[in-house]
């Protein structure tokens, strides 16, 4: 069995959409595959709550504990690495994760981690995505699932959904719309990926 390990620092809306259609779409028949564990780097991170209500394995590994970037991500990995299965890696999905990653660690998953970053990658990558679009005045937003590489927000593109910007919109509004459509692509990428490999 494939494992799959999702990295949250919030809500968790994301990993709970892929949790989600996992179960409805059979992925441990279909792709041999499973979200195993879902690991925050925040304590307080709501996704955690619906983590352990669907008994995955909920960790919690608080950056804030550690000395430098460094030793988090050689902790980090080392969690994560528990969940590689004879001639399985895992792979790594990260969910509103919110920490910027080493090159040692990105190299470590290469084609083998994935993001979604909510906006029409390569425009808008870093944060306040919705506001800068806004401000932009972008008639279109969206968001993208893509490949992390050494480049932040800049690895190849897996997926994307565009949604308008309307009349009247603010930052809040413009980020729940995006956000549905997070939910669709986010788990059909990963889907996708499965059936690749
Ligand atoms: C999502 O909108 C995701 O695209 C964004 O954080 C939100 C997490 O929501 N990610 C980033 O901004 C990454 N730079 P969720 O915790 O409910 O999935």
């Known amino acids: 069995m494939k494992n799959i390990v999702i990295l949250i620092s919030g809500s968790g809306s ?3 959409a892929i949790v989600n259609t996992a179960q409805r779409d059979h992925w441990a028949e279909q792709y041999g595959a ?33 000395a430098s970037r460094e030793a988090f991500d050689a902790a980090l990995m080392a969690l994560i690495d528990r969940y590689d299965t004879p001639g399985h890696p895992v792979l790594v999905v990260l969910a509103g994760f919110m920490r910027i990653l080493t090159p040692g660690f990105v190299e470590h998953y290469a084609g083998r ?12 990558g ?16 969206g968001a993208t699932v893509h490949l992390v590489t050494a480049d932040l927000d800049h690895g190849p593109i897996l997926d994307q959904a565009a949604v308008p910007v309307l009349p009247g919109d603010r930052a ?6 995006v956000l549905t ?11 996708d990926l499965l059936r690749k490999k």
């Open 14 to 16: 994301n990993m709970a």
């Open 113 to 124: 981690m994935t993001n979604i970053h909510p906006s029409l990658l390569p425009a808008f």
């Open 34 to 66: 499973r979200v195993a564990a879902v690991v925050s780097n925040k304590a307080d991170a709501g996704g955690l709550v619906f983590a352990r209500a669907h008994g995955l394995a909920a960790e919690v590994l608080d950056h804030k504990t550690f």
């Open 126 to 141: 870093g944060l306040h995505t919705h506001q800068r679009a806004l401000d932009a005045g972008c008639r279109f937003a």
């Open 181 to 191: 459509q997070e939910h669709i692509i986010y788990p059909r990428a990963i889907a």
């Open 172 to 177: 809040d509004t413009l980020a729940a719309r």
